[in-house]
């Protein structure tokens, strides 16, 4: 039993990061019909800047957590308006291969000029050792990433559903003309939107780093998995996604553990799971229908 | 392209790519005198560039090829074609390795084998469409990347499979000069088959699907089959391409099935011309050749630069070569019509 609530509690850490990063894609593509490719980039940008960060200037993790998805969040802005912008009237394809592009070149520049060799980053101090729960202990920093990320998750869902912010995003993101008729300036919040998205894949980044090697390529297949958590959550949904990025991170743990004897199932449980939904609700769990096609 | 997506941007999208149709619209001698000269060029390839190189450029122009037949002509973005392309190059690899059979036969029975992969993935992938269809395919390939990563006492894993041989009734075709001119007649039968598809009812009618899928849903047309079908043809001439390569680098690596694999592939068609069949080709020889001296000239960063490309040609040369070069001659045309 012990065991049971060990793997669950695992799966649902690993899940958090998958709903981090969902999220962001989530209210990217519902502001701007954009579907970012370069997210799992600005991931491993956040882990990498945290790490430079300390090393080199010994910023510690707390001003990290701040100072990337900051950082992060205003280079996607300068992005946006500089490129992203500048296709998002076409098929959004066109984006889909320009962030392509932008995740080739991020990685390769991170690549050569700091090798492809795992960098260690050290838990802070004030999150090391583990939290007793009575039956178990859990190691505090992931206690402390479950939940970060679940506070996150509801403070977005608040301003989402109860600010006005919120508001004009969650309109602009179902009837974009109509919102527009209504006298409301959508594109004033089209680059804070994105920017914003960005944030929270550089913030995952950043709480990624004392958990898990620190490399050019640590985003590089993980934005797949995120691509089949949306596929699996329904991308129009926001919280489907969050909700997909929560349960394929349990579904892994369960499978790794519990088929830990066909190494291939446990490896690509994610993709099955994907290819069952697309037979049972091809728009996704919580996704609504696409116009027939 | 069709969008999932029904928003107003898509009223904005630009024309569906014609290149086809102005080369089939062009003269008849123009036609002729283009298809001349590509098989003059392709007959002297090897002669001006290194045979290894020229070799690479037919698989990949088999490749391109593929997904501009699923991307240009039936509006669907495979980002997954390194399945079909790898999973060629690992069965291929196989039967050559443990069967000692010819290496066409070889190649067939990888693309064979890629276009049986193709059933199932193509099957799930047509129930969405536009940038969700581009997601889809991409994950079914990484689960195949995944499965011949971890399935190490077949595909060798990391190692890769070593020693593909290139046995042709025991002619000696370990020169890359004499292989290139034993493939050329395989590549021109694939891309011929590609030409066929496209100016046959078939495609046709693949390309209304493109352009209006209600109207052809309307029509009768069973739209999901149509796609299947063409998602399949696609994967056994990827298969085609990826067998070849195999057998043309004698090794095989999982980079083979990676995700930058199917990118490179796409963006190869973007730069070469959308729907343009052809332009494809072009573009697989401007990319390879462009890697090729990179890597030579001993620049790391390759992805720096491909990157780049893709960039730059999202942003700025949509139409790409073979698009803007058939853009041009038909302004000439009309102009001097005038």
Redesign the interface.
């Known amino acids: 039993m012990s065991g049971f609530a060990q793997n669950t509690f695992n799966g649902l850490v690993s899940g958090a990061f998958y709903a981090l990063l969902a999220l962001g894609l989530a209210v990217i593509f519902g502001m701007l ?1 954009v ?1 970012n490719f370069a997210h799992g980039a600005f991931y491993m940008l956040g882990a990498f800047g945290a790490y430079v960060l300390l090393t080199e200037a010994g910023v510690p993790f707390w001003a990290a957590l701040v100072i990337m998805p900051l950082a992060l969040g205003l280079l996607g802005m300068a992005l946006e308006r500089a ?1 992203i912008h ?9 984006n ?3 962030t ?6 991020l ?3 991170v ?2 000029r700091y090798g492809v060799q795992s960098s260690p980053y050290a838990t802070p101090a004030a999150l090391s050792g583990s939290v007793d729960f009575g039956l178990f202990d859990f190691p505090t920093y992931r206690v402390f990433i479950l939940g970060f990320t679940v506070l996150l998750c509801v403070g977005v869902w608040w301003v989402l559903s109860r600010t006005r912010i919120g508001m004009v995003v969650r309109a602009a993101t179902e009837r ?2 109509l919102t527009r008729a209504f006298g409301i300036d959508v594109g004033r919040w089209v680059t804070p939107v994105f920017g914003f998205g960005i944030g929270l894949a550089g913030l995952a980044g950043v709480l990624a780093a004392p958990m898990r090697a620190v490399n050019p390529l640590m985003g590089a ?1 993980l934005i ?2 995120v ?2 958590v ?2 699996i959550g329904g ?2 949904s926001i919280f489907g996604s969050v909700a997909a990025g929560f349960g394929i991170g349990l579904v892994q743990a369960w499978g790794e553990s519990y088929l830990s004897d066909f ?2 199932v446990s ?2 449980i ?3 799971v ?2 069952v939904v ?2 049972w609700r ?1 728009a996704g769990l919580f996704g609504r229908e ?4 | ?10 009223a ?3 024309a569906p790519p014609s290149g086809l149709l102005t080369v089939a619209r062009a003269p008849g001698w123009v036609r002729y005198a283009l298809l001349a000269a590509g098989l003059l060029v392709a007959l002297w390839l090897p002669n001006g560039l290194y045979p290894a190189v020229a070799v690479d450029i037919l698989c990949w122009a088999l490749f391109a090829v593929s997904v501009d037949l699923l991307l240009g002509f039936t509006g669907l ?1 495979s ?1 997954g074609h390194a399945a079909f392309w790898g999973t060629s190059a690992y069965v291929t690899g196989l039967v050559a390795i443990h069967a000692g059979l010819p290496f066409p036969a070889a190649v067939l029975a990888g693309a064979l084998a890629a276009a049986v992969l193709a059933v199932p993935i193509g099957y ?2 047509v ?6 269809f ?3 395919t ?3 390939a ?2 195949v990347y ?2 011949a ?3 190490r006492s077949v595909t060798r894993g990391e190692n890769g499979l070593q020693g593909v041989p290139r046995e042709f009734f025991g002619m000696d075709l370990t020169d890359d000069f004499y292989f290139y001119y034993a493939i050329l007649p395989i590549v021109l039968l694939g891309l011929a088959a590609a030409w066929r598809i496209v100016h046959s009812p078939f495609g046709r009618v693949l390309v209304g699907i493109r352009d209006n ?2 109207r052809a ?1 309307a029509l009768g047309y069973p ?1 999901h089959r149509y796609k299947l079908t063409a998602f399949v043809l696609s994967g056994f001439i990827a298969g085609l391409g990826g067998g070849l390569f195999a057998v043309g680098h004698r090794f095989v690596s999982l980079d083979v099935l990676h ?2 694999t199917s ?1 490179k592939a ?2 190869v068609v ?1 730069l070469g011309g959308i729907g343009t069949l052809w332009g494809g080709v072009l573009g697989a020889a401007i990319v390879v050749r462009l890697e090729d001296w990179l890597s030579f000239s001993g620049f ?5 630069v ?6 730059l040609v ?2 700025l040369f ?1 139409r790409g070569i073979w698009g803007s070069v058939a853009a041009l001659a038909r302004r000439w045309g009309v102009a001097r019509r005038r």
């Open positions: 019909r579907v490129v500048r296709l998002t009237r076409l098929d959004p394809l066109y889909f291969l320009l392509f592009g932008l995740t080739l070149i990685q390769d520049l690549k050569t974009p003309e297949d797949i998995v691509f089949a949306v596929v991308l129009g190494p291939i490896q690509t994610v993709f099955i994907m290819a697309l037979l091809p696409e116009a027939p096609a | 392209m069709t969008s999932a997506v029904d928003t107003p941007a898509d904005a999208r630009p973005m980002f799930l992938a129930k969405r469409t536009g940038i969700y581009a997601m889809v991409l994950a079914f990484q689960l995944y499965v990563n971890e399935w899928p209600a849903r739209v995700w930058t990118g796409v963006i973007v790391e960063a390759i992805g720096l491909t990157g780049g490309i893709f960039v999202v942003l949509r």
